[in-house]
């Protein structure tokens, strides 16, 4: 890799870019890298910087920033198609949660992040989600790097949103216990490769990765590379949510009574009333969905 581009966002981790994005740059030109960089300046940026560095013939595209960065930056790599031509991914987690981070081990530390970066250690191919939905009356298609969820998950991210981020992950738990009372379940259609599923729905998990909202282990089976969802139906009641959501923290909320667990690469979804839908930390539609897996279209460096 020669030349790099670093897509930063200032809002993420309570304004830790700022203090950190001359420290990115530097130690990248240090390393022998052609470096130019972008800050985003509003919702959507990211994904326009992401597309033009593609264009512009970058090797390494670096997301400075927490998973709606990440989020951002994949659907700008991916705009125009998934071929040969899509930079190479890099990760320095500067978020709230860098939950996406957290699966493949990536270190926090800014400067041992840049080190990565510049290793001799090749790309891993990894997947990545295609989620077509709804958008009040038009279809719209997004691409996750991470997990994506219909059900009282996105309620939670929607409120998460709203609440202070000096809070950091924690935000997504006090979120969690303002949205329960509030949610009301779902009459779900579920079709996946070999299964198919209909009944009441708390929540639905669609993921590659393992980790989500601000640290819970949601899938700790997951592989982001095999080309399958790790599909997950929620059915029980709100009291068994609350059972195990100290469990979800730790990974050891599976096998359970109540949740359906399967493999798929495609999942398509119907709810009444309709549920809204998040990817990666960000809300981006509402039900009827399909989810499908790309598998391996995307280098991610690690």
Known sequence: MKRAHVIGNPQAGRGSMDKH???????????????TGDVTQGAGHAVELASAARRAGADLVVAAGGDGTVHEVVN??????ADAGVPVLGVVPLGSGCDYAKTFELPTDVGAAVERLLSDLPAVAVDVGEVRCRRGDAETIRYFANIAEVGIGP???????????VLGPAMYFAAFWISLPRYERRSANIRMDD???EGPLMDLVVAIGQVFGGGMRVAPRADPADGRFDVQVHFGSKLDYVGMTAKVYRGTHLPHPRIREERSSVVEVTCTPRGLIEADGEIIGHTPAT????????RLKV
């Open 21 to 35: 994005w001359d420290e990115v740059l530097g130690r990248l030109r240090d390393g022998g890298l052609e470096v």
């Open 76 to 81: 700008g790599l991916l705009a125009d198609g």
């Open 195 to 197: 299964a198919t599923y």
């Open 155 to 165: 309620e939670v991210v929607a409120r998460a949103s709203r609440m202070p981020r």
């Open 291 to 298: 989810f499908r897996s790309m598998p391996g279209c995307l």
